[in-house]
Every structure is written in structure tokens, then in C-alpha cells.
């Protein structure tokens, strides 16, 4: 499974951003999808995941500005960004959760980053 990010960019603060993740291959099915961000010099954070039947999940830094969704029929999953601020600079990652069909056992794919930046 290919993940591609796209969306990100240079904004203001109190501006906002749309992220994009589109899943593509053959044979597989997505459990659960997520978007996690790495900030220079900090490590890879969980900022919120969608699971299949839609249930959501956020870091308590987002609660509130940030929201996930997923298009379950074009295996891409959306990140709403509002109200950003300075210290959401990062590259943000997609990542996926799948299985191939007829495996039981959980894979994971990653996309290639998008950076987003705020400026003060």
C-alpha cells in the first residue's frame, strides 16, 4: 500500500490547511488511518486517527481545531487544520493500518510527509 500526503504549505497563524492521504494499491483493506507530525528536533507525534466505521481520535494539542475524516470509498483520509499556531510547524505524516486480503496479521505504510508551516 502507496501512501501520497499532499496539502500543506505556508499559512498564518489562525489560518487554516487541508491535508489529504490517498491509499493505492491492490488486495488490501484499511483498518484504520492516521496523521502524526514531527516537529524539527522532536519526535513523531500522534495528532488524531479514523477508523473504518468512523471513530475518531484526537491529541489533546488539536482537541478542537483539528479534525480527521475519511472517504472510505477512495481510501483517503482528510486532515482539517484550524486556528493554526506557530508551534503546529511540522511535517505531517499520514500512516495507514491495513490488511491484505485473506492475511490476519496488521501492516503499516507511511506516507512521505507534507511540511506545514505557521507563521507568527
Known amino acids: 500500500v502507496q501512501l501520497q500526503a499532499s496539502g500543506g504549505g505556508l499559512v498564518q497563524a489562525g489560518g487554516s490547511l487541508r491535508l489529504s492521504c490517498a491509499a493505492s494499491?491492490?488486495?488490501?483493506?484499511?483498518?484504520?488511518m492516521a496523521w502524526y507530525r514531527q516537529a524539527p528536533g522532536k519526535q513523531r507525534e500522534l495528532v488524531a486517527v479514523?477508523?473504518?466505521?468512523?471513530?475518531?481520535n484526537y491529541a489533546e494539542f488539536v482537541q478542537g481545531r483539528f479534525t480527521i475524516s475519511r472517504d472510505n470509498a477512495k481510501n483517503t483520509v482528510y486532515l482539517q487544520m484550524n486556528s493554526l499556531k506557530p508551534e503546529d510547524t511540522a511535517v505531517f505524516y499520514c500512516?495507514?493500518?491495513?490488511?491484505?486480503?485473506?492475511?490476519?496479521?496488521?501492516?503499516?505504510?507511511w506516507g512521505q510527509g507534507t511540511l506545514v508551516t505557521v507563521s507568527s
Open positions: 494499491g491492490i488486495g488490501f483493506s484499511i483498518t484504520s
Open positions: 500512516n495507514a493500518d491495513y490488511r491484505r486480503w485473506g492475511r490476519t496479521n496488521t501492516m503499516h505504510s
Open positions: 479514523v477508523t473504518t466505521g468512523g471513530s475518531t
